[in-house]
């Protein structure tokens, strides 16, 4: 059905004017200035909707979630059909998931795994192929996915040894070989002997809690990777991306390299921009549950403050070039207990038939975010942190270009009418009894916003309306990359 948008303040990663735009099918068509577009002039069958005092910005696009995740001996809680409902209310109107075989999977199987869980999901999406060990079958299988199945980006983990973790060796030959096919390379970026360890070195020492997580993992670890990750990118002239950069330090070393002419991006996620480690160290001791920290567990940690505060300084400067979430969904009251200490808050015997203690490395990581991204970057807009062009950048558009999705994060003709209508002023509060993911628990409760997306629209068609989904949702589409 056409859609007409009126009155509308048209926010892009390069500019912000009033002005109306038009879609057909599921293509933008056209773009107005206010007025210029008379509903009489259009087919009768268009819906025409008043957008006054309300921001036009193009689908947000969240370039790193897990849904379909077998984790630390369990399973993410989210679904696609949950987790893409989540996504949508909060504007996201397509995502990247990781693909993440283990050493002994086939990447072509999974990525056929993972395609067809997506596809029952009501967002678009496509994926980044994990790469968990490089030998002469694995290299002609991604032949086959990035040439036959349009796949343009390979992942990486630098930590996770003996599980998703690469060597040396496996790093050199997949990077060399993503220079050779033009696709580009993510990368977890830490550094797996050392952080086993720190690990080692704390369970010895009787240091079990959540609240040694991050003491597991510090900042040093984590820019060591980054340095690691750089040196094999000059070294084969492949294009990289770090994923969920959370400090100062790893951020400053890319820029180095970036310097000397290396190809390589920085990704940050919204819990390092909204939460600090103290976060973490919630016990009793603070008033409390327990094992309240380990709801804060994700990997790299949530750092101290200070560098919080520099992540957004890089935002705004453009030294982190995209926001995404690294959803991981885990329930609080099973799943994170999987690492309790306490051998009397027993979880479900699957997990800990002998209900013995347990440990932090047992946790399993990340913190549901895939609904509120958006609305919780937009509070840097409010505060004058970043601006809007920033945002509808970091959000949306950085995400498309760099990972070829050429339909999508642009407000122009040609482009999917992937759009989002957004009141700045319609404050929501975040709660885990009111959002659409499937987890027991949300690491922002109780935080307020100050807007939310009252419209979404996905290819033209409405997905939200007034905040709210739509009652008859189509399935996503896996989107075309080039």
């Given at each position: 059905?056409?859609?007409?948008?009126?009155?509308?303040?048209?926010?892009?990663?390069?500019?912000?004017?009033?002005?109306?735009?038009?879609?057909?099918?599921?293509?933008?068509?056209?773009?107005?200035?206010?007025?210029?577009?008379?509903?009489?002039?259009?087919?009768?069958?268009?819906?025409?909707?008043?957008?006054?005092?309300?921001?036009?910005?193009?689908?947000?696009?969240?370039?790193?979630?897990?849904?379909?995740?077998?984790?630390?001996?369990?399973?993410?809680?989210?679904?696609?059909p949950?987790a893409?409902?989540?996504?949508?209310?909060?504007?996201?109107?397509?995502?990247?998931?990781?693909?993440?075989?283990?050493?002994?999977?086939?990447?072509?199987?999974?990525?056929?795994?993972?395609r067809?869980?997506?596809?029952?999901?009501?967002?678009?999406?496509?994926f980044?192929?994990?790469?968990?060990?490089?030998?002469?079958?694995?290299?002609?299988?991604?032949?086959?996915?990035?040439?036959?199945?349009?796949q343009?980006?390979?992942?990486?983990?630098?930590?996770?040894?003996?599980a998703?973790?690469?060597?040396?060796?496996?790093?050199?030959?997949?990077?060399?070989?993503?220079?050779?096919?033009?696709?580009?390379?993510?990368a977890?970026?830490?550094n797996?002997?050392?952080?086993?360890?720190?690990?080692?070195?704390?369970l010895?020492?009787?240091?079990?809690?959540?609240?040694?997580?991050?003491?597991?993992?510090?900042?040093s670890?984590?820019t060591?990777?980054?340095?690691?990750?750089?040196?094999?990118?000059?070294?084969?002239?492949a294009?990289?991306y770090?994923?969920?950069?959370?400090?100062?330090?790893?951020?400053?070393?890319?820029?180095?390299?970036r310097?000397?002419?290396?190809?390589?991006?920085?990704?940050?996620?919204?819990?390092?921009?909204?939460?600090?480690?103290?976060?973490?160290?919630?016990?009793?001791?603070?008033?409390?549950?327990?094992?309240?920290?380990?709801?804060?567990?994700?990997?790299?940690?949530?750092?101290?403050?200070e560098h919080?505060?520099?992540?957004?300084?890089?935002?705004?400067?453009?030294?982190?070039?995209?926001?995404?979430?690294?959803?991981?969904?885990?329930?609080?009251?099973?799943q994170?207990h999987?690492?309790?200490?306490?051998?009397?808050?027993?979880?479900?015997?699957?997990f800990?038939?002998l209900?013995?203690p347990?440990?932090?490395?047992?946790?399993p990581n990340?913190?549901?975010?895939?609904?509120?991204?958006?609305?919780?970057?937009?509070?840097?807009?409010?505060?004058?942190?970043?601006?809007?062009?920033?945002?509808?950048?970091?959000?949306?558009?950085?995400?498309?270009?760099?990972?070829?999705?050429?339909?999508?994060g642009?407000?122009?003709?040609?482009?999917?009418?992937?759009?989002?209508?957004?009141?700045?002023?319609?404050?929501?509060?975040?709660?885990?009894?009111?959002?659409h993911?499937?987890?027991?628990?949300?690491?922002?409760?109780?935080?307020?916003?100050?807007?939310?997306?009252?419209h979404?629209?996905?290819?033209?068609?409405?997905?939200?309306?007034?905040?709210?989904?739509?009652?008859?949702?189509?399935?996503?589409?896996?989107?075309?990359?080039?």
């Amino acid at each position: 059905m056409p859609l007409l948008i009126q009155n509308a303040r048209l926010v892009t990663a390069t500019s912000d004017q009033p002005g109306d735009l038009y879609a057909e099918g599921d293509k933008i068509t056209t773009l107005a200035a206010p007025g210029k577009l008379d509903p009489a002039d259009l087919p009768k069958s268009t819906t025409v909707i008043d957008a006054a005092g309300k921001l036009l910005m193009p689908g947000f696009i969240d370039p790193h979630v897990h849904i379909h995740l077998p984790f630390m001996g369990t399973f993410a809680k989210d679904d696609h059909p949950t987790a893409s409902r989540a996504a949508l209310v909060g504007g996201t109107t397509t995502y990247l998931e990781m693909v993440c075989p283990s050493r002994d999977e086939q990447p072509l199987e999974a990525y056929e795994l993972w395609r067809d869980k997506a596809a029952t999901g009501v967002c678009d999406y496509g994926f980044h192929i994990g790469v968990t060990r490089f030998d002469d079958d694995v290299e002609q299988q991604l032949r086959t996915l990035v040439a036959d199945h349009g796949q343009r980006s390979f992942k990486v983990f630098l930590a996770y040894k003996g599980a998703f973790g690469v060597t040396d060796d496996e790093l050199y030959n997949v990077c060399k070989l993503a220079a050779e096919l033009g696709v580009i390379v993510t990368a977890h970026c830490e550094n797996a002997e050392l952080v086993a360890a720190n690990q080692a070195a704390l369970l010895a020492a009787g240091k079990v809690g959540p609240e040694w997580h991050e003491p597991s993992r510090p900042v040093s670890v984590e820019t060591e990777g980054v340095h690691h990750f750089c040196t094999f990118l000059e070294m084969t002239g492949a294009t990289g991306y770090i994923v969920h950069t959370s400090c100062r330090d790893a951020v400053e070393i890319a820029m180095d390299f970036r310097a000397r002419g290396v190809n390589v991006a920085v990704e940050t996620v919204i819990p390092y921009l909204t939460l600090d480690d103290t976060y973490a160290q919630r016990n009793a001791s603070t008033g409390h549950d327990a094992f309240e920290g380990a709801k804060y567990v994700m990997s790299p940690p949530i750092r101290g403050v200070e560098h919080q505060h520099y992540l957004w300084h890089a935002l705004a400067a453009g030294h982190v070039h995209t926001l995404g979430t690294d959803h991981a969904p885990f329930d609080f009251a099973t799943q994170k207990h999987i690492g309790c200490p306490d051998a009397s808050k027993a979880v479900d015997a699957q997990f800990n038939p002998l209900g013995e203690p347990s440990d932090f490395t047992r946790i399993p990581n990340g913190i549901p975010s895939i609904e509120h991204r958006a609305d919780l970057l937009y509070q840097g807009v409010a505060d004058g942190r970043i601006t809007l062009q920033q945002f509808v950048a970091q959000v949306s558009t950085n995400a498309a270009d760099l990972f070829g999705l050429h339909t999508k994060g642009h407000l122009a003709p040609g482009y999917d009418a992937d759009l989002v209508l957004y009141d700045p002023d319609a404050p929501k509060t975040i709660s885990a009894q009111t959002h659409h993911m499937a987890t027991d628990y949300s690491g922002f409760e109780g935080v307020t916003h100050p807007g939310h997306a009252t419209h979404v629209f996905l290819r033209g068609r409405a997905v939200v309306e007034d905040g709210k989904l739509v009652d008859e949702l189509s399935p996503g589409q896996a989107a075309p990359r080039g």
